[in-house]
């Protein structure tokens, strides 16, 4: 859980580091190990702001070898966090909005740092040993089959057609 401390804050800019792990409804497959967030968290009387980064190493599978790898992932994040507003004057119109009650000393922000990091993993996962490198570099079998005239197209050439 990722837990950011919110009593006891003056008016002004503070610098916050929050780390944990993503647990209960929160976890998933890709994001096992700690998660920091780290960022300037800006107090306005009832309203905190929250810029920064969180970054934590997410467990791929390459999409080439089918091997299992991790990547560092990082995320910019920002939160606006509201202490002490009426649930009748509440919108939803921002998605990184949280509100808490005045007396609420930590606010969970675990979800939309998950939500931000999860956006955040590329969708071609390819291995660092493998980036860069041509399909017939890794598997030069695919080239020899090419070279003896076993093209997938041979196939089609034989077929009558009825």
Request: proline share 2%; glycine share 4%; net charge negative.
């Amino acid at each position: 859980m990722l837990l950011l401390d919110t009593q006891n804050l003056t008016n002004g800019k503070h610098f916050v580091e929050v780390s944990g792990k993503a647990d209960g409804d929160q976890s998933n497959k890709y994001f096992e190990d700690t998660i920091l967030v780290e960022g300037l968290l800006r107090v306005y009387n009832n309203r905190l702001i929250l810029k920064g980064t969180a970054k934590s190493s997410a467990k791929l599978i390459c999409d080439i070898s089918l091997e299992e790898f991790k990547e560092e992932i990082t995320a910019e994040i920002n939160i606006t966090i509201f202490k002490g507003i009426k649930a009748e004057s509440r919108t939803e119109t921002d998605e990184n909005t949280l509100y808490i009650a005045e007396e609420e000393k930590k606010v969970d922000i675990t979800e939309i740092v998950m939500q931000e990091l999860l956006v955040n993993i590329p969708m071609k996962k390819v291995a660092p040993k493998y980036r860069g490198k041509d399909i017939d570099d890794i598997y030069p079998q695919i080239k020899q089959n090419e070279k003896k005239g076993q093209s997938p197209f041979d196939i089609l050439k034989n077929l009558k057609n009825n």
